[in-house]
């Protein structure tokens, strides 16, 4: 499905901040990386800390592709990796190629307006361009995978500061993890400790 009409929710965006895997391209070289979208009402929002390549790419082009996955694996990797070309397909866009993740159920390019540039961030509105969506999967909730999804986020916390609070609530994470996951949790924590 393919439409230039706009709701966000259709695309799995909902209000609040949505989890999705952020994909930017600088030249050929495309990038993914977990980032929230902040949605409020009808108005979408990005903050990027300095220091990531997504900051980087974003900062240069204003555009970006959020794409939406329930995969346990693309968040672990995306977050401490350099996804492999493969994971990736290209979306011509305005005479730009951009990326986004091939197995993304859905993804929404978008544009960014109203920026601003801070000494740690860049915030800016953003616009949706274009929309696609691939395959719809009904998952009931389990809550391995959001345990992953909080796992990734205290590791990135812990990798920027050293505090070993991080340690301690990354591990009462692998806990559920052990406790309701599937091979696919399983192995997306292994990465998590692996790269700690
Ligand atoms: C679930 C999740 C959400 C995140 N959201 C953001 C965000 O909104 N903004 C940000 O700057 N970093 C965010 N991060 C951290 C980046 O994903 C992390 O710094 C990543 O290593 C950047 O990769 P890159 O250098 O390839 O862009 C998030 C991490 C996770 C796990």
Redesign the pocket.
Known sequence: MQTNDFNLDDFGIYEGIS?TIVTTTKGWTP??????IIRKKDKAF????K?????ENVVSSKMLVANISNDPLL?AL???T?LEDEYFQSISFDGLTISSLKEAQSWVLFECVNTKLTSE?FVAEIVPKRAHINRCIIKAANRAFFSV?EA??HA?RYKLTGDDKYLKLIKAYGDIVEKCGGEAEKDAMHIIYECL
């Open positions: 989890e990038n993914a990386a977990p980032m929230g990005i903050r990027l800390f220091g990531s390549t997504t900051y968040f995306s977050t401490f350099d961030a999804i990734c986020v990135t």
